[in-house]
């Protein structure tokens, strides 16, 4: 079955530390997002990426950074620049043009 | 700057009642709106209008878009405790991107 997977789902980082987020989706799709949500609120989105070898920043993309070296992986590192990163991280993944998003089942950030 | 707006942030009631959450938007280059509904992790899909005045219904839940006055509403009637969830809108933009800007979510809780 086609699917995007986050891992993990859980992650615990110390202060000063960078960590880094997978996703990879089997459903051919250009588009890949990553977003941030905080407890009770929206999400905000920090990268996305159209095509291979190329990303575009979103509304808060200060402290991480990403890759796109396979169509398949969208991969996110939060580094020690992140000030307050605790958060619960959600991936997604389109074919563009407005159709809507299939997303992974996320990945809780804590900072310890 | 695209904005969305959903109102009320936050609503109590009690199992049998209706609801009606309401969402307002200002983007560019507009295609599309989703409504999701997140329980703990992943939004999943609910609803994807195009078309202003169309009501698409799925069992309780029923929605309608005026894009004359850049508004959506999300109706669920004969709620239940299993509708509990933080509600999602998203328009979705027609540019090659095919990013969707999220509302900041509508906490829902039904109570037995």
């Known amino acids: 079955d086609g699917g995007i997977t986050q891992s993990p789902k859980y992650l615990f980082r110390k202060e000063g530390q960078n960590v880094t987020l997978s996703c990879e989706q089997n459903l051919n799709h250009d588009a890949m997002y990553w977003y941030r949500q905080d407890p009770g609120q929206g999400l905000r989105l920090i990268y996305y990426?159209?095509?291979?070898?190329?990303?575009q920043k979103g509304d808060i993309a200060e402290g991480y950074s990403v890759s796109r070296e396979k169509k398949e992986s969208f991969p996110l590192t939060v580094t020690s620049a992140q000030k307050n990163p605790t958060a619960f991280y959600l991936c997604a993944s389109s074919v563009g043009q407005g159709r809507g998003y299939t997303f992974g089942s996320g990945t809780r950030l804590t900072v310890v | 700057e695209d904005k969305v707006v959903q109102s009320p942030l936050s609503l109590v009631v009690h199992e049998g009642d209706t609801v009606t959450l309401n969402c307002s938007y200002e983007v560019t280059n507009f295609r599309s709106l989703l409504w999701y509904k997140q329980e703990k992790k992943a939004p999943t899909f609910l609803f994807m209008l195009?078309?202003?005045?169309i009501e698409k219904k799925s069992g309780r839940l029923s929605s309608i878009l005026d894009k004359k006055e850049l508004f959506s509403i999300l109706n669920i009637t004969a709620t239940q405790t299993g509708d509990s969830a933080i509600y999602l809108c998203?328009?979705?933009?027609?540019?090659?991107?095919?990013?969707?800007?999220f509302g900041q979510g509508t906490t829902l809780q039904v109570k037995p």
């Open positions: 990426s159209q095509i291979v070898n190329d990303f």
């Open positions: 195009t078309s202003s005045g």
């Open positions: 998203a328009p979705a933009l027609s540019s090659n991107t095919g990013k969707l800007i």
